[in-house]
C-alpha cells in the first residue's frame, strides 16, 4: 500500500515542507538513550561523546532516520561553554565546546544525507540565565553556539528545552540572525513559565520574537504536552497570529507532575521505566497531535527509534509512506503472526493492541509519586553555577533538606 | 579505588577464568534490544541483522562489552536453519544460516577483540523439536550452526533457551563434540521443564550430558530465575555433581507467570515497558545471584547495556576493577551531583536509590495480569512448524480462540 | 486528659453553639449503611425503615451519637413524596410519607435525647425538579416534609445533597418558614453545579436565600470537597457574606470522579469497598476541614460510626473532650498495646498509623477508573420521574447506551 | 421464583440438616463489625459487650439472621478467663468471664428464635497454651466456658480460631463432652499450621479427636482458605475419614500473607479497608466453596451482613429460597433500575458486575505489602500471657524491634 522509501520528494527546506502540507517526524531523546547505551553522564547530560564517540552518536542519529524523523537534531543539548564547564564536569577545558558543536554537525549531516533528512541546529537554556547574567551575556553564549551552526551550514535553528520564555525569547534573537528558519519549544506545563507567564503568553511571545515554529519538549508527558499546545494555540488565534507548532513530549508517563515536570518526580532520572510509553501509547499520542494541527511531531527524552517509528506507522496514510524501518515492524504487531506460539500469533491484530492496559508487574508500586516541591527558582543560591564540583558539604545540606522537605 | 582497565588479566579460557574465582559477567538481549532499534522483527526473532546490518549489531556488542561483558555471545540466536524458514520468514532462501552464523561470529570477534572479552556460539530451542521431529533430525541442525563456531573458533559452546531438557541434552551433545566448554541453560522456572521434569532433575541431566555449565535464561524475572537456580544447586548437590552455575534472566518483572513465563503475559512482547527493571533492581539481582554462588551473570530480554553496567558495577569489588562505560556513571547516581537543580542533587546516594520503590506512572494499570494459558505443548497441531505464512483462516481461528480462553 | 462526657455543656441550640466557638460533628452515612446491614434498597434508596425497622434506624443514630455525633439528622434523605413512588419504588402507597417523616423524627429525638444533640430536619433534591416541575410544585414537595418536622420540633434544618443551586435555593425559601436555622449544601464539586454555576456563586445564593450554614455534602472525597468549600468560602469573602461552613464528604476515596461525583464511577454502589478511608484518613480531613475554618464537620456515604469517632478524636483539644465511644478505642491504635502478638503491639503509636499508606491488596486492580460520562442533564427525557418501574425495553436500550458510551 | 421465608423446614439439628443436603450459612465477623460500631475494642478483642451493650449485640445478630445465616454463634470469641484479663483488659475482674458468656448465649439465643437458626457456643485459642500452660489448665478453661453453653443448651459446639491444632484437639475432647455436635476450624493456611503440621495432617488429627466438622476460619481471604480446605480435604480422603467441611475466611484480600496471616499485615487491624471483598467477590466465594463440596458457609472478620447475604443470594437456588434481607436487594444488582440516573440504571445486570475489577482509588497505595515476619512462636518470652498491661519500656523495645526487622 505504501512506498517504502519517497524518491519522489526533493529535498526541500523545513517551511516549504510544512507549507505543502507534510507532517514532519521530530526524532528522539539523545542524552537518555545515550546514557543507557553508556556514553552520556546522567547529571551534567553534556554532549562530548560527539568527540568521544561518533560512532554511537552516528548509529542512533541512524536509528532515528530509519525510524521515520524527517529532521536530525544535532547533539547540542547542553554544549553551550557556561554548561559544559558546570559544577566539576570539565569538557570546556578538555574538549572544547567549539569542537563539541562541530563534531555533532558532522555527524548529523552525515547521517541526513543517507535519507532525506533535515539538520537542526539547537541551543538550550544556559546555567548563566538561572544565574541571572545578563541578557547580553546569554546572548553572546547562544551566538557561540551559532557560529558554528552557520559555518556547518544547518538547514533550520531550534531553540528547546526552556523553562523561561524569556530566555528562549533572546535565544530566537539570536538564532534569527542566521536568516534561516526558527523553531522554538519551552519545556513547560498547562500551569505556564516558571515565571507565571501562561502557555498563551509564551506562544505570543516566542512569535513575536521571530520564531516560526512553536511549542513545548520535554518535561511531561504526551497528554499533559498537547494540553499546554492547545493552550498556545488558543494564545496565537486570540492574538491573531500565525505559527506552526511542534510537540516533542517525554515518552515518560508524568500524570503525577507538578509545574516543574518530570525533574521533580522521585524517580528521576534513574527509576522512570514503568513510565515508559508503549509503542501503542505514540499511535495515540501521534493521532492526537495531529488532530490538534500539529505538523512537527517528534519526542524528546525517553524516545526510542521504536517509538519515533510508531508515530511514523501512525501516519503513514497521511503522509503517503511508511518509514524504512517498518521492514522489521508489521502494522499493529502482525509480524507477530509468524510466531511460534499460538496464542502469541493470536496477538497479531489491532483490536488486541489498541485495548490492551499493560500492568506495572510491580505490586510493591504505587502508581503516583507525590513530587519533589522545593520551590526553588532563578536566582536562588542553590542555582547558581559553580565550576567547581558539588563540596561535601553542599551535599549534606542537600541530603538534610531533602529530609525535611519530604517529611522523612 | 578501582582501575578502570584490567591490563594485568592475561585472556584466559572460561573454565580457567571461573576455577581462579573470577565473576564472569555475561550480555544482555539482543532480539529485544535490536527490536525496538529497528533490526530485528518482533514474531520470527531471527538475526539476519548480521548480514544487514552488521554495524547496528557490533554497536549493540560494543556497548555491551563497555557496559563490562566478559563474553560476547555470536548473535546466533534462531539462528537454525528450520527456524529461518518457518512461517513466512524466508531468510534462509535470501541470505542462508550459514552467512547469518558466519557473520555473527565475525562481528563478535571484531568486537571481543577490542577488550578481553570472550566469544561463546549460541544454539537455541528449534521449531523441529517442537513438530516431534527424531532426535537425529534435530542434531543434525544444531551441528550445522556448530561447523560454522568451530570453523569461526569460538572460545566456548551456550545451548540456551530450551523449553525441554531432552532437546538441551542433544544440544549439549552435539556442542560436546567441539571439544570446547559447554553451558547450558533452559527458558524454565521454578515447576521444572515443559514435560515436567524439575529443575534439579534438568541440572543433573545437563551435567550428565557433559554441560560445565548450567542454569536458566530468559523467561522469568531475576527473583523468579534465582529461585530455579536454587533448586538446579539443590539437585546437584543431591546428586553429588558439580557445575558452575549461570543466570541470564530478563529484565522484566514477571511475577504474575505461569510454567510458561512472559511469552504468556498479554503485554508479551509489545506492552513490556512498565515491567522493565531499574538499574538498582540489578544491583540487587547481582547480589543475590553472587550469594548464591553463581558466577556467570548476564541476562536476557530486555537487559540493555545499562543494565549489565549495573552488574558490573555491584560486583566492582570483589572483581577488582569497574567497567569502561562507568567513566559514565558515578556510583550510585553519585553523578547527580553535577545536576543543576539541588533537589537533584540531593539524590547522589546510595541511601536515595537503594530505597525507592518507582510508581508505575500508570493509574489506570493494574500490577498484575493473568497470562494466557492455552494448555498447548510440544506434539500440538498450532505448535507443527510451517514454512508458510499463517493465513488468514489459521489467524481467525486464533482470534477466536483467544476470545473463548480469555473469556471475553 | 479529657473528660468522657461533657456535662458542662447545657443544650444550647446551633448557632448559639457555633458562635459559642464550638466545633458541631455531623453523623454519618444512612442510606449505604443501612443498605449493607440490610434494611435500606440501592437504587431507590428511600427510608422507609423508619417505619419498617425502627431498631435499625434507632441503633444506627445510636453508634453516631457514641462517636461523637453532636448533630442526629432525621433519616429523611429521599423522603419526598415523589421520590417515594418513583419508578416502581410504591413507598407512597403502602405507608405514606407523612408516616416515613414523622417516624424519622421520633427516632432521631428519642436517641439525641440519650446524649445531648441536635435533631435536624433534612431534605434533600426532588425527581420533580429534574423533570422540570414548577417552582411552586417543588416547593410543596419541601413543605409537606417541613411540616412534620415543625410538628415534631426539630431543631434546625437542613437542605442536602442538590446538584442544581436553583432547587436548594427554593428548599431554603421553604425550610426558613419554621424560623429555625436552615444550613444547605451541595452535592457540587470545584466545577460548580450541575447548570455551571460556580462553587463561589452557589454559596453566595444559598446565602442571600437564607442560609445561615453552607457548604458541601456527598459525591466527592474529603480531599476534593474541602477543595469546593474553599472555593464557597472564597466566594462569600468576596461578596461581603458571612456564613458558618459545613463539610459532609463521601467516605470513599474518589480521586478520578468527574462532575458528577461517584455516581459516575463504574464502582458506584455496589463495589466501591476498596476506595474506603481508613480512621487514619479521617483525622487529617478532620484537621484540614478545621484549619478551613469548618465549624460542622460531618459526613455522609460510607461514614461509619468509627469514621465519626476519628472525626472526634482527632478534634478532642479543640473541643474538650472525647466521644462516648472511644472507652473502645484508645488514640492512634494504642489499644493494641494490649493484643497478644508483639509485633502488633508495636503498631500502638501514631508515628506508625500516621505514616502507613495501605495496600489494596488487589494486584488485578487498577488505581483509578474512568467515570461515566453520559452527558444527561436537567431535562433529559431519561432523567423524567416516571410512577412505573423500569421497563424491560427501558433497560436493554440502557444496556446498549452503556456499551456504546463505554466503547465496549 | 424463591420463597422469601422457608416455613416447611421444621427446626432441625445441625447434623441432621447437614445429612439432608442443606448448605448451612455460618454468620460473620463480630470482633470487627462491633468495633466499627464502637462496642469492641481493638487489642484485647474481648466480647465484654454481651453484658455492657446487649443491644448492640442484638442487633448484629438479627442482621445476619436476616442476611441468611443458619447459625448464630455466641459472641464469645475471646471469652476464656485468661484472655479477659490479659494485659490490662480487666473485665474478668469487673464482669467475670461467666457473666459475659452466659448474656451471649442469651442474646444468640433470642434472636435465633426470630428465625430458625441454630445456636453454636464457641471457643477460641488461650494465652494460656501460648504461654506453655499444661494441657490440664488449657481445658479447665474451656471447660469453664462449656459449663455455660451446657447450661444454656446451645444447639452445638464450635472450636475456632487456633494456630495450633494440638490446641484445638484439645478444645475438640472438652466440647465433646456435651455430647453436641462439634465443628474445629483453624486459622491456618496452606502451609499448615504454626508448628508445622500440614494442613491435610491438621484436620486428620481434629476429626479423630471427635470432630464432625471441620475446616478454617479467619487469617486469610476466601481463595486461599479454600486452598487450604482442599488439602484438609485431600488429608482426610487419604486417610479414609469422614467430616463435613467449614470454610469462614475473612472478607478482605490477602494475597500478600505469610504463615500468619493477615495479623501480619502492615494495616491489620486499622488500614485494611481497601482490602474489603465485595459483595460480588462473594457470590463466587460462595460458588467456589460450594463446588469444593463445603456445605458450612460462612465467614470471619471483615465479614458484615452484606457479604453474608451475597452467599445465602448466590445459593438460593441450590437452597431453594433467599435471605429475608433480599427484600432490601434484588438480585445482581437489579435494584438500581428504579435509580434516578439512566448510566445507573444501565448497571442493574449481572453481566456488569460480575465483569467489574473495582480500581483501589487510592494511586498512592501499592497493591501487596511486605508482611512482618518476626518469627516468633509459642514459647517466646513476648507472647507469655501477662495481666498487667504492657509497660512503657516494653512497648519501647516491640517499637525498636519493629525498626530493625522492617528495617527502616
Redesign the interface.
Known sequence: MFLWLRHEILLQGLLERLASGEVIIGDGGFVFAL??????????WTPEATVEYP??VR?LH??FL??GSTVLQTFTFYASDDKLQ????YVEQKISGQKVNEAACDIAREVANEGDALVAGGVSQT?SY?SCKSETDVKAIFRKQLDVFIKKNVDFMLAEYFEHVEEAEWAVHVLKESGKPVGATLCIGPEGDLAGVSAGDCAVRLVKAGAELVGVNCHFDPTTCLKTIKLMKEGLEAAHLKAYLIAQPLA?????CNKQGF??????????????????EMHKYARAAYDLGIRYIGGCCGF???HI?AIAEELAAERGFLP??SE???AW?S???????????????QA??EK???????????????P?S?G?TRG?K??IQQKE??TEN??KE??E??KI?SGM
Do not use: C
Open positions: 546514557e543507557k547505551r553508556g556514553y552520556v553522564k546522567a547529571g551534567p560512532e554511537a548509529q541512524r536509528e530509519r525510524a558546570n559544577r566539576g564536569n546555567p538561572l515518560y508517563h508524568t500524570p503525577d525533574i521533580d518526580l522521585p524517580e528521576f532520572p534513574f527509576a522512570l521505566e514503568p513510565r515508559i510509553l508503549t509503542r501503542w526510542e527509534p521504536y517509528r524504512v524501518a522489521k515492524h508489521d504487531g509480524g507477530l503472526a509468524m510466531h511460534t506460539k499460538p496464542w502469541v500469533r493470536a496477538r497479531a491484530q488486541y493492541w490492551l492496559v499493560p500492568a506495572s508487574g510491580r505490586p510493591y508500586s504505587a502508581s503516583l509519586s507525590k519533589d522545593w526553588v536562588d542553590d542555582l564540583i558539588t553542599q551535599l542537600m541530603f533538606k531533602q522537605v
